[in-house]
């Protein structure tokens, strides 16, 4: 169905009703003599086709259409109705400026966000949580933090086992906001923090716990760290090797930095923050 169609008495039960509960309708009453109606169409035409199929606007000529038109209780063109749902939820008399058309449009219409969670959900459903990433960074920002958004965030960021990343999302949730799925994120995170523990990393963290300047327990340790998704304690481990040798180890200390740089993604905050600290080190 495209973006704007005429009612006629064979699509009116179609459009009004059966539509209306896949996407919001606005419905366009206008006459061939009313002269407010010819200023008002091409905005609401514009519109439609800017919002490329977010509502679906119907146009009703109230000369040929007056049974729908008295049904409905038009008494003054233009009259514009929203229909959600099979029904008449808002609407306006007269001509409006664009404003006021995208005013009334914005409070049933989803928002760009929201539109980003569902895209992100359906690759959640396909498990490509690398690429669900980046979308549902960009719907927290966009969105203010909008709670069931930050938690689609974090139940990615486990099922990628950044672990760091997750538990940063979770404690920006205000008390109450920590329902049931808070409480089943935050139980996942502590499953998955104690399970990420193993015998390598707890040596080594000893082991450099004794000799704090060892470079090569540093690379060592973060190797291990990485492995074990815990990206942001490899790299910060690595920037102190780098801040006081820029090419140890022949420069693989700074390859295995720039590797994992590369790995997180050039929108990656954690990227985006470890690659502002390489630069201080270059200039």
């Known amino acids: 169905m495209s973006n704007i169609v005429d009612i006629d008495q064979t699509n009116a039960q179609q459009i009004l009703v059966d539509e209306s509960f896949n996407r919001i309708v606005l419905v366009d009453f206008w006459a061939d003599w009313c002269e407010p109606c010819k200023s008002l169409m091409p905005i609401l035409e514009k519109l439609a086709n800017e919002y490329d199929g977010q509502f679906l606007l119907a146009k009703v000529n109230a000369d040929e259409m007056q049974m729908i038109a008295t049904q409905l209780g038009v008494r003054s063109l233009p009259t514009v109705l929203v229909f959600k749902d099979g029904q008449p939820v808002d609407g306006f008399n007269g001509a409006q400026p664009e404003s006021a058309v995208r005013e009334l449009l914005d409070k049933y219409l989803p928002k760009a966000w929201d539109l980003d969670l569902l895209k992100a959900q359906e690759l959640i459903n396909e498990e490509n949580f690398n690429d669900a990433l980046p979308i549902l960074r960009k719907a927290v920002t966009d969105s203010g933090n909008q709670t069931n958004i930050v938690f689609a965030l974090a139940d990615v960021l486990l099922h990628l086992n950044r672990l760091d990343d997750a538990e940063s999302a979770l404690s920006g949730i205000g008390l109450a906001d920590q329902d049931d799925t808070y409480r089943a994120l935050q139980a996942r995170l502590e499953l998955q923090k104690e399970s990420s523990?193993?015998?390598?990393?707890?040596?080594?963290?000893?082991?450099?716990?004794?000799?704090?300047?060892?470079?090569?327990?540093?690379?060592?340790?973060?190797?291990?760290?990485?492995?074990?998704?815990?990206?942001?304690?490899?790299?910060?481990?690595?920037?102190?090797?780098?801040?006081?040798?820029?090419?140890?180890?022949?420069?693989?200390?700074?390859?295995?930095?720039?590797?994992?740089?590369?790995?997180?993604?050039?929108?990656?905050?954690?990227?985006?923050?470890?690659?502002?600290?390489?630069?201080?080190?270059?200039?």
């Not at 090569?216 to 102190?240: D, N």
């Not at 929108?267 to 390489?278: C, E, S, V």
């Open 197 to 283: 523990k193993n015998p390598e990393i707890d040596a080594l963290e000893q082991a450099l716990a004794q000799s704090p300047d060892d470079k090569q327990l540093q690379m060592q340790l973060a190797v291990q760290y990485h492995q074990s998704q815990m990206h942001g304690q490899a790299l910060e481990l690595l920037y102190s090797v780098l801040k006081s040798d820029l090419n140890f180890d022949d420069g693989n200390a700074k390859k295995f930095y720039l590797d994992i740089l590369a790995a997180l993604g050039k929108g990656d905050p954690l990227a985006i923050q470890y690659q502002r600290k390489y630069y201080t080190l270059l200039y």
